[in-house]
């Protein structure tokens, strides 16, 4: 969507220095931009190199604030978040228009809202409710009962099985599956045979593959991000603000409180507990029922200690090696 | 689907001990449960809160046997066990009606048994077969020749590659893909170039990503679970009662014999075999080639070695770093 | 696709020794071979085997060429590679009649090249254009000005996100999902909440999980393979021949050089570079900004470092632990 340098100004609450007239029209890196495109430089170093660029106006920290600039500067104490603001202005796409296309099949009692829209091959089943200008891609099937809230965005080939609820505002990406029975089996000690135990209990909002809880219910809080092929299990409860990287696995029964961030191929076994702001790096590993705390106290390995106290272990390892 | 305390209790062998004729509706955790609930207790000091819970009726061991009890109690010797069974009685869910959706594509070369249900946007090709009262969820995709035994379950969104046979009472989650081509290549030394190795084995039975066998079959045995996101590479064959939990991984042509458990994360290195009842532990690596065995013996770190041996290294290796 | 010896010895440049029109129809590992399969052998110790067996005919390396032997003989210097490429021949399927099955849903601005098969419950978006001979099996679904290129064969179920090229001959199996937006956000210092960073860069060809670019392009060269549940993230750039296995995570703007390998469930932190021919172990993991290099050096461990120099490290562990 086209716009101003003056209009993108004030919608991020960057003061402007320069011509405010100059239209804008996407968003890009300092090496690929073209006329029309708005960059950012977090530090001075960048900054003659992005004044340099094809770009019509760049976003920058204060240190901009005095130099001499040929482009239109949008200065702000965070350009990289406002970056992003601008970027949601300009990069808008339609969301197409709404309705539902002929191809989808929508059972009578399922409710939708208002301009939603459901694209072709869609399948949504009996009890289901969809909410205001929520769109559901091509291929994407929606269980039994599941309620979904107003303004989410589900990709393509997405199933939601039976019972799940999806608050607002959850984009949900192409060929996620959610809220799955739960991976509980319960041994049969005369026959030494599995049997699968009851997963009754249910999903509220999440957006990758995350199991139903076995029966209580699984929650995921609000603004909480998960990447890729990432694995929930039964019953977890995840905080708001929580990131976690593509191909960590949760078993189940674990609580992950706010502002966690899990770095990928993370492993966590079941009732363990990660308390507030914990970060923990890439392939780390924590036992069950263990707990980590300690805001802003980074861990890594397996078992996950604090990372000094990991590092320290490597390097005596590596010491003792060179020994033989 | 209702049910009188007295009709359980039969159901799963368990003692009656109080007023049969309660009814039960279904089942629920302690903490969540609502009148008409049935819910367990494995020990003691558990049962107190179950018969103050609102459930009516609770499942529990002998140890429950002499207590005074305000509500019907059901004794037996693996209360989880009876409590997973009779959650199959009170949860079974109506599984739809059996018909072809009008918007499902089934060549008509395929054999469809009794009271088979497929569901919308479903796509069933040439020369497959589907045994009776299975279930072909909306958006599943069953390729050429494929064949499906008896009262198997597939959700929204599989697929199922050319050849495959399934075996009956099969369950497969929502975006599973069965049968498609193994991972091997070869290299042309003259060109340095890799070319497709041909891949025309043939799966048996399976739920989860599992690829097809590079000319030989890969075989699942049955009452083998596998979890979300798990990776079964070509010719591999799993014995039966085998627990694989999520994010695991085989390479080709590994061999898992009866009751092995693997924890989530694991990856293991092609030609391994791990011997009848062996456990290893989550993001356990086993290299190729190598055999692990022991029945009842957990394993676990890359390599894998006796868990009790590894536990040994992580604290000789914390000492170590701790001197400095 | 029935064939005689002769045919395939000349098409493959292998040296027939014995009849060549004996009729072969599919190949066979020596253990599962019937009449009318071809098998090979890459060494002296298996070649009576492959005598003995129930195939028609032997592709061998010259070890073979002086012996007696009982059925056709090909004779060439990669057994393995000619056979993969006899294997073409022998097992190429019929890709299906071209047409657009009247279940497809194709935007009438999607552009079709010629002899193109697209199946039922497929979903062509608007702009998207698709080149000759390629193939879209059932219920994938293609968005918004997606380019794919001559020759392709998209399985089931796959979904490709907006503005994605995809070269030709690209194979993408079922479920995979490409050029989705990349795991980027900006964390606002004011609110501590995470917003949405632009991710309008575009993918350039590939055939898994692949994140669509963070404001930059994502490339993948050509003869590149990646196997099932890889994760690429947003920016990377790919060489050509990598080969990549089940499970393994690149988190943003790696680059993987030419003729890499990496092992299953290895994964490496953002903008690590690994040079050309370098081979990282199963499990394995990089560090962020690190470089690992040296054509066929192979690496291993967390963090990755010279197999001999890990290996050495282990036994020193395992001298420590013995001590106590």
Redesign the interface.
Known sequence: MKSTVKEIAEGVKARLVGDGTVALS????I??ACAGDLVFVENEKHLRQALESAASAVMAGEFAAGQAASKPLLIC??P??A???A??VL?A?SLGEAGV?P?A?VHPSARLGKEVRV???V?IAEGAAIGDRTRV???T?I?FDVSIGNDCYL???V?I??GARIGARVII???A?LG??G?G??????T???????Q?GRLEIGDT?V?RGA???TRIGR?T?L???V?I?HNCQLGE?V?I???T?L?GSIVLED?VVLG??V?I?EHARIEEGVMLG??G?VLPHKVLRGKGVAFWG??AKPVR?YL???????R??R??
Chains 1, 2, 3 share one sequence.
Request: hydrophobic letters at 35%.
């Open positions: 996407g968003i890009a890196s090496e690929s104490s965070q990289r978040l970056f992003a603001r970027a949601k990069c796409g296309h191809s099949v694209e072709a091959s399948v891609s091509a291929g099937v269980g990709y393509p080939n199933t099985y039976a990406h192409a060929g599956v799955s029975d991976f089996y319960v041994r049969d000690r005369a030494e045979r599995y049997e699968k135990f009851p009754v593959t199991d029966l209580d219910v603004g991000k990447d890729n092929l694995h299990g603000n990131i990287a593509a191909q696995g078993s502002n990928g191929q492993g076994g890439g392939q590993g397996t078992p106290e320290r272990e490597l390097a005596a390892l590596a003792l090696a020994k033989g």
